[in-house]
């Protein structure tokens, strides 16, 4: 069975940086667009960013370009790896944080394109 596994969330401050990580269990990455999602309380999951499995062109939503970077590793013999870097954190990323895995090989933005999604790491921004 396919699982999707983030880590890296946590409690910052403003201004401060997190990395989080999402790794596939029985799923290689190397044909995969991957993309992170968050979600605030109450609130739809919103598209963070993404990258093409094709090309590794990278998508950023308004909100976080120039803060956050996302990238993979997909050099490892069993498994691979997605990173959300994630600087200069203000209190509106405050959220559960996903990644999600994507048969297209230009990312969508929408997450109906998403076939695979990981259970969400927490990161809370303090101000």
């Known amino acids: 069975q396919v699982h999707l596994a983030e880590s890296g969330g946590g409690l910052v401050q403003a201004g401060g940086s997190l990395r989080l990580s999402c790794t596939g269990s029985k799923l290689r990455f190397n044909t995969r667009s991957m993309g992170w999602f968050r979600q605030i309380l109450g609130e739809e999951p919103e598209f963070v960013a993404a990258i093409g499995w094709s090309d590794g062109r990278t998508y950023y939503a308004d909100s976080v370009k120039g803060r956050f970077t996302i990238s993979r590793d997909n050099t490892k013999d069993t498994v691979d790896t997605v990173y959300l870097d994630m600087n200069t954190l203000k209190s509106e990323d405050t959220a559960v944080y996903f990644c999600?895995?994507?048969?297209?090989?230009?990312?969508?933005?929408?997450?109906?394109?998403?076939?695979?999604w990981g259970q969400g790491t927490q990161v809370t921004v303090s101000s």
């Open positions: 999600a895995a994507s048969p297209a090989a230009v990312p969508p933005l929408a997450r109906n394109g998403y076939d695979y």
